[in-house]
């Protein structure tokens, strides 16, 4: 199984930023693709999920600025991220539930800086 992410990097506050994150080599669709980050000193938090039914959920603080979508077939999932601020500073890792056992699957991360 490999899950590869881009889209990282060093944004202004205010500034944008789209994640991506492709998994391959696993059997099964999926159930649920989602994100993730971890601020240095802080413990992983969720930040978004969509369902293989269309369904999408969102941290509080990210809400109306971070967007998550998702490509089944492709087995792709992206985080738009728009209004950046220096609290959203952290590595972000994509995750993904397959329907077959509910196998989890977690990229290796990809560190987001938001600053001036």
């Known amino acids: 199984v490999e899950l590869v992410e881009s889209g990282g990097g060093l944004v202004q506050p205010g500034g944008s930023l789209r994640l991506s994150c492709t998994v391959s080599g696993i059997i099964g669709s999926i159930n649920v693709m989602g994100w993730y980050r971890q601020a240095q000193g802080k413990e992983r938090e969720w930040v978004a999920t969509i369902t293989s039914a269309g369904s999408l959920n969102y941290e509080d603080s990210v809400k109306g600025r971070f967007t998550i979508s998702g490509n089944k077939v492709e087995k792709t999932v992206y985080l738009q991220m728009n209004s950046l601020k220096p609290k959203d500073t952290a590595v972000y890792y994509c995750?993904?539930?397959?329907?077959?056992?509910?196998?989890?699957?977690w990229g290796k991360g990809i560190l987001v800086t938001v600053s001036s």
């Open positions: 995750h993904f539930i397959g329907f077959l056992y509910g196998a989890n699957y």
